[in-house]
């Protein structure tokens, strides 16, 4: 994966588009569901208020949790959902190096090329989704390890970039 430059704007109108259309459908179709199931199956109600459609009402928020994964997967790679997919794909990238990072730490401290890499793109990755997300509380941090790890690279003069990350290097950490 590499590193995309995201117009912020755009980003945060179609992310914040997406997640209220998400939570609208999921609501929506949860009580219409919900409400379907229990006038095909459901019990009447009783003298003291409960009717006992706790699990029809579930089963109508599992169903309409399938519709929405459903249509996400359907609509993922169309060119106006661009920005949030690779977003969320590069958020998951970020998971599975943060998993290794302490051994990804310890082999960047004995210099080896491809952990110095990693550590490069995933802080720079940090930086670009912090910056997207408007998270100014841990950007010190990670601007710090970022500049330390790029004084690193020049420090034993490696031409390496972002560019240079592929996801398999993972598998040896």
């Not at 089963?59 to 169309?78: D, P, S, W």
């Amino acid at each position: 994966m590499k590193l995309e430059v995201i117009n912020k704007a755009q980003y945060r109108k179609m992310n914040n588009r997406v997640q209220m259309a998400l939570i609208a459908m999921l609501a929506g179709l949860s009580v219409l569901i919900g409400q379907v199931l229990i006038a095909f199956y459901g019990s009447q109600a009783m003298p003291d208020g409960s009717t006992g459609n706790f699990n029809l009402n579930f089963l109508g928020v599992i169903i309409a949790l399938m519709i929405c994964t459903f249509i996400v997967r359907k609509n993922r790679e169309k060119p106006q959902f661009h920005e949030v997919y690779y977003v969320w794909q590069l958020k998951q990238l970020q998971n599975k190096i943060f998993k290794k990072l302490t051994k990804i730490k310890q082999a960047a401290n004995d210099n080896q090329t491809d952990a110095l890499i990693i550590s490069l793109f995933y802080y720079q990755s940090l930086a670009n989704v912090y910056e997207l997300d408007n998270n100014t509380l841990t950007m010190e941090k990670v601007t710090a390890e970022l500049e330390q790890i790029e004084a690193q690279i020049q420090q034993l003069n490696l031409t390496v970039s972002t560019d240079d990350f592929e996801q398999s290097m993972l598998a040896q950490y």
